[in-house]
Structure formats: structure tokens, C-alpha cells
């Protein structure tokens, strides 16, 4: 048997960008997320770029991917500036727009217009089930119960019910 030895070597490749993130996490809504629904998330980001990221440079926590599924679609910098090293967590308000499946819950830094399609850097992504509001497993069994114009805030009917008469009006 021939046995060859190759002396270890080790090459590295630091490159900086001016523009660069990673993920550090990302918390989709605890619990059940239903389709209509407004929930928090969070997600924490880390500026490793030689920039400093900051409001007034148009820096921004950007959706990646299908941007009407969640509501939202930049989240602003809740700190300015973010130093090259320091991380920096976003709370925001989603509404779930998705129908029921499951999606992708993708978020990215952003600099609107400089770099390359706006996005730089990590991206924080999950897996998101939505299921159906649970008003829609109801209202068909509500609808067959209520005559049509039934109004359940008022107590009334409308002149389009045959309940209606103008001493219930």
C-alpha cells in the first residue's frame, strides 16, 4: 500500500462588503396563526458590513419573497445607527393575508435604492402554517340560521328581511 501525505493547508478568504447581514433569529407568532389575524414577530439581525446602518441611509428590516402573505413589507430600523457587529431586534405587527397552507416567512436587510435589488446580506426564513379563520368554519351554519338582512349588532332586521316591518325599524 502507498500512502501519500499532503502537508495541511488552510486559506482564507476575508471579504468585507460595505452592505452585509446575518441572521442571528427569527420568531414567527407563538401558536395557532389563523388567515386574517394580526400577530408579532421578531426577528434579530446582525450588521456585519463596514457600514453603519441607519434610518436616515434608508436602512430597513425588508420581506423577502411573497410580501402580501404577512401585511407588512419594511420594518424600520426601531434603533439608528447599527454599528458594524451589533445586532439589532425588530418587533412588528403582521396580518396574515396567506390562505391556509403553509408559507414562507422570509426577512432580509434592505437599502432602498443602492445595492442590488435592495437586499443584502443573511436572510431569516420559516415555515409558516396558516389555517382557516375559525369564523369561516362557522359562517356557513350562521348564514343557513339568519334570514337574509338579519343585523346581529342591532338586533334588527333590514327592509330587505321578511322580518322587516317599520315598527322594528
Same mark, same amino acid.
Given at each position: 500500500?502507498?500512502?501519500?501525505?499532503?502537508?495541511?493547508?488552510?486559506? &482564507?478568504?476575508?471579504?468585507?462588503? @460595505?452592505?452585509?447581514?446575518?441572521? #442571528? @433569529?427569527?420568531?414567527?407568532? &407563538?401558536?395557532?396563526? =389563523?388567515? +386574517?389575524?394580526?400577530?408579532?414577530?421578531?426577528?434579530?439581525?446582525?450588521?456585519? +458590513?463596514? *457600514?453603519?446602518?441607519?434610518?436616515? *441611509?434608508?436602512? %430597513?428590516?425588508?420581506?423577502?419573497? *411573497?410580501?402580501?402573505?404577512?401585511? &407588512?413589507?419594511?420594518?424600520?430600523?426601531?434603533?439608528?445607527?447599527?454599528?458594524?457587529?451589533?445586532?439589532?431586534?425588530?418587533?412588528?405587527?403582521? !396580518? #396574515?393575508? %396567506?390562505?391556509?397552507? $403553509?408559507?414562507?416567512?422570509?426577512?432580509?436587510?434592505?437599502?432602498?435604492?443602492?445595492?442590488?435589488? +435592495?437586499?443584502?446580506?443573511? $436572510?431569516?426564513? $420559516? +415555515?409558516? !402554517?396558516?389555517?382557516?379563520?375559525?369564523?369561516?368554519?362557522?359562517?356557513?351554519?350562521?348564514?343557513? /340560521?339568519?334570514?337574509?338582512? =338579519?343585523?346581529?349588532?342591532?338586533?334588527?332586521?333590514?327592509? /330587505?328581511?321578511?322580518?322587516?316591518? &317599520?315598527? *322594528?325599524?
Amino acid at each position: 500500500f502507498l500512502f501519500l501525505v499532503f502537508p495541511k493547508t488552510t486559506h &482564507a478568504l476575508v471579504t468585507t462588503f @460595505s452592505d452585509n447581514s446575518t441572521c #442571528v @433569529s427569527i420568531s414567527p407568532p &407563538a401558536g395557532p396563526v =389563523y388567515e +386574517g389575524y394580526k400577530y408579532t414577530a421578531v426577528v434579530t439581525m446582525t450588521n456585519v +458590513g463596514s *457600514n453603519n446602518c441607519s434610518t436616515a *441611509n434608508n436602512y %430597513a428590516l425588508g420581506a423577502s419573497g *411573497n410580501t402580501k402573505n404577512w401585511g &407588512a413589507n419594511r420594518v424600520p430600523l426601531p434603533s439608528s445607527p447599527v454599528a458594524t457587529n451589533q445586532s439589532v431586534t425588530f418587533p412588528f405587527e403582521i !396580518t #396574515v393575508n %396567506a390562505s391556509p397552507g $403553509i408559507h414562507r416567512f422570509s426577512w432580509q436587510m434592505v437599502r432602498d435604492p443602492e445595492s442590488t435589488y +435592495g437586499f443584502f446580506g443573511g $436572510i431569516c426564513q $420559516i +415555515g409558516i !402554517t396558516v389555517l382557516p379563520s375559525p369564523y369561516a368554519l362557522y359562517l356557513p351554519l350562521f348564514l343557513k /340560521n339568519h334570514p337574509a338582512g =338579519y343585523v346581529p349588532d342591532s338586533g334588527k332586521s333590514t327592509e /330587505n328581511s321578511p322580518y322587516y316591518s &317599520a315598527s *322594528n325599524a
